[in-house]
């Protein structure tokens, strides 16, 4: 099975949020479309996005001066539903209050 890169690590916009972006590809099929994807935070109490179509999550209500860590994993939106692996672990700091 494939496992999905980062197209931007999880990147602290402020006090309270976080944004990342998964890679368009997973490399199986060499196609970005016709995929969802799921942001999932392991680390510091953030929330997870749940599958979305979207390659792009904000998470928002964190506390300041925080480290969440997120990986991601994205799926097929045909019948099969094939998933990748879990990309590997990106960490950010919210910035203080």
Same mark, same amino acid.
């Given at each position: 099975?494939?496992?999905?890169?980062?197209?931007?690590? !999880? #990147?602290? #916009?402020? !006090?309270? %949020?976080?944004?990342?972006?998964?890679?368009? @590809?997973?490399?199986?099929?060499?196609? @970005? $479309?016709?995929?969802?994807?799921? $942001?999932?935070?392991?680390?510091?109490?953030?929330?997870? @996005?749940?599958?979305?179509?979207?390659?792009?999550?904000?998470?928002?209500?964190? %506390?300041?001066?925080?480290?969440? #860590?997120?990986?991601?994993?994205?799926?097929?939106?045909?019948?099969?539903?094939?998933?990748?692996?879990?990309? %590997?672990?990106? %960490?950010?700091?919210?910035?203080?209050?």
């Amino acid at each position: 099975m494939v496992s999905i890169g980062w197209g931007q690590a !999880p #990147t602290a #916009t402020g !006090p309270n %949020s976080i944004l990342m972006s998964a890679a368009t @590809s997973d490399g199986d099929s060499g196609d @970005s $479309f016709d995929k969802q994807y799921y $942001f999932e935070c392991i680390g510091g109490g953030g929330h997870n @996005s749940g599958w979305q179509d979207n390659n792009s999550y904000q998470d928002t209500g964190l %506390s300041g001066s925080t480290l969440y #860590t997120y990986r991601v994993k994205a799926r097929d939106k045909n019948a099969i539903q094939n998933e990748t692996e879990w990309s %590997s672990e990106k %960490s950010s700091t919210t910035t203080g209050t």
